[in-house]
């Protein structure tokens, strides 16, 4: 377990997340008792990895005394019933703690007990932490700041490694538009990501994604000017030059999702056989 920030630990584990990242950020917050946020793993192996990290500190005297869940992607809630199971004792079953919304998409694999709502704080060991619901990426995604040191547990809003997907399925880009400012509006001293290291300069690094996704918004709209209607996958390969073709539907639903902000916005809209036009 190392520390990434007062009062903050990570244990990497490795999921089936989207490449290039291999491992989902574990952290587990507080002194005394601890808050383990999004136990991320469905493999064996790697929930007794946390689990054996976890039982060092048990050892030193601390509890667990929650299981907090950024979002309801596979790749950061597949451990938790493990680690619920591990953890609790006849006395007390260790409670999952979520955004209602995530509670209910996530209803057929965990059972929730407790919401954490937006600008709910929850105390974590000595720490005081404050949620914010931050939609966009997922419908019930929450960030969790340390409302001394300012660190923020940042899940699936940015990344150390790799893009952050808007899926058309379950994403809304401009909802991850507005969640992007909010974060910016509380002034992190540090990002927590839920995949790879710590991301310092959170404000400027924040103001690069929202003008990244907007730049990419006027690089479709200048495409479909370009080469005229086209489907999302006909579009992928001008867009992401860089993608190897196994790739492009991939690329697609982020095409899609931007797409869908850009109608909103007057930018495209929607023509015959699944193909758009400016
Ligand atoms: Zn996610």
Same mark, same amino acid.
């Given at each position: 377990m190392r520390i990434v920030a007062p009062g903050i630990a990570v244990v990497p584990v490795r999921t089936p997340t989207l490449p290039p990242a291999t491992h989902t950020n574990t952290y587990v917050v507080g002194e005394g008792a601890l808050s383990v946020f999004d136990p991320a793993s469905p493999w064996e192996d790697e929930q007794q990895r946390l689990a054996a990290a976890l039982q060092e500190r048990l050892d030193a005297g601390e509890r667990i005394e929650r299981i907090v869940l950024t979002h309801h992607h596979n790749d950061h809630v597949s451990g938790a019933e493990a680690l619920r199971e591990r953890f609790s004792t006849p006395e007390r079953r260790l409670p999952v703690v979520a955004h209602p919304i995530t509670a209910g998409l996530v209803a057929d694999r965990i059972a929730v007990d407790e919401p954490w709502n937006d600008g709910q704080a929850v105390e974590c060991g000595g $720490? $005081?932490?404050? #949620? =914010?619901? =931050?939609p966009g990426h997922a419908p019930g995604h929450l960030v969790f700041q340390d409302a001394d040191g300012g660190a923020m547990i940042a899940g699936d809003m940015v990344a150390g490694i790799g893009t952050i997907l808007i899926s058309p399925d379950d994403g809304d880009l401009g909802q991850y538009l507005d969640s992007l400012q909010a974060l910016r509006d509380r002034a992190p001293s540090v990002l927590l990501p839920a995949h790879g290291e710590p991301l310092p300069h959170a404000d400027a690094l924040l103001a690069f994604y929202i003008a990244h996704r907007h730049q990419r918004s006027e690089q479709i $709209?200048? %495409?479909?000017?370009?080469? #005229? %209607?086209? =489907? +999302? *996958?006909?579009?992928?390969?001008?867009?992401? +030059?860089? *993608? +190897? +073709?196994?790739?492009?539907?991939l690329g697609a639903a982020q095409i899609t999702s931007h797409l869908r902000w850009m109608s909103r916005h007057g930018l495209a809209h929607p023509v015959e056989s699944g193909r758009w036009a400016t």
């Open positions: $720490r $005081r932490l404050v #949620g =914010t619901f =931050t $709209r200048k %495409a479909l000017d370009q080469q #005229g %209607a086209s =489907t +999302p *996958l006909e579009l992928a390969p001008r867009v992401y +030059p860089e *993608l +190897p +073709p196994e790739a492009w539907p």
